[in-house]
């Protein structure tokens, strides 16, 4: 169980254009999912929390209208890097917790999408 | 805010040795405390977790350790084998209420 989906895997996008991101729970409900940028050999460095009908929370120097989230409904988030540069290349993944009320509970991961910006 | 250490950040054993990684913490209500295994190019896998009100979890080779009044926690692979090299990831969570990750350690298990 606790299933995240991340789609796409990868995309390959030219400078100036918008891609989108999804990240759905398959098996749970997730009021709130995460997403983290991944340079290489980098660390996990979270980017926003996706709260369900409401605004996302952004960390401290994530533009966000760079980086527009949606979370919709209680399975899935969108991430949307509008405009890209080729600065924006890297791994993005989204994670939600399948515990529910219980705070103290996982992180579960999607598969990641590896952006390149041309 | 929380802030998240670990070392080292590359760590080489020779298969069947034992492997430690170390991580501190600064946020005190910080209470639960997931490693993170990630191979390349692949999502981080949960491998143990272990929650403020114990001092030390064991899964089959793999132990966690919390020290809360010291602030660190630590990883403890034993008998390491090839497919243990990756990176690992300690993280933090409660205080913030928001998951922060250590800087990872790549593991390289020597055959």
């Known amino acids: 169980g606790a299933v995240v989906s991340q789609h796409p895997s990868w995309v390959i996008c030219k400078s100036g254009t918008s891609v989108k991101i999804e990240c759905r729970s398959l098996?749970?409900?997730?009021?709130?999912m995460f997403w983290y940028r991944q340079f290489p050999k980098q660390s996990l460095m979270l980017m926003a929390t996706?709260?369900?009908?409401?605004?996302?929370?952004?960390e401290q120097g994530v533009e966000k209208d760079k980086f527009l989230i949606n979370h919709a409904s209680l399975t899935l988030s969108t991430l949307t890097v509008t405009s890209a540069h080729p600065e924006d290349s890297s791994f993005y993944i989204c994670?939600?917790?399948?515990?529910?009320?219980?705070?103290?509970?996982?992180?579960?991961f999607g598969n990641g999408t590896r952006l390149t910006v041309t | 805010g929380e802030n998240v250490e670990q070392h080292p950040s590359t760590l080489s054993v020779q298969e069947g040795d034992s492997a430690v990684i170390k991580c501190t913490y600064s946020?005190?209500?910080?209470?639960?405390f997931p490693w993170y295994k990630q191979e390349l190019g692949k999502r981080p896998q949960l491998i143990i977790d272990?929650?403020?009100?114990?001092g030390e979890k064991k899964d089959q080779r793999i132990a966690v350790t919390l020290n809360k009044t010291a602030k660190h926690f630590s990883l403890h692979i034993t008998e390491t084998q090839p497919e243990d090299s990756a990176v690992y990831f300690c993280?933090?969570?409660?205080?913030?209420?928001?998951?922060?990750f250590g800087t990872g350690t790549r593991l390289k298990v020597l055959a």
């Open positions: 994670s939600a917790r399948a515990g529910g009320t219980d705070l103290n509970s996982p992180l579960h």
């Open positions: 098996d749970f409900q997730a009021t709130t």
């Open positions: 996706s709260n369900e009908g409401s605004k996302a929370t952004y």
């Open positions: 946020d005190s209500a910080s209470n639960y």
């Open positions: 272990i929650r403020s009100n114990v």
């Open positions: 993280a933090a969570y409660g205080g913030t209420y928001k998951y922060i």
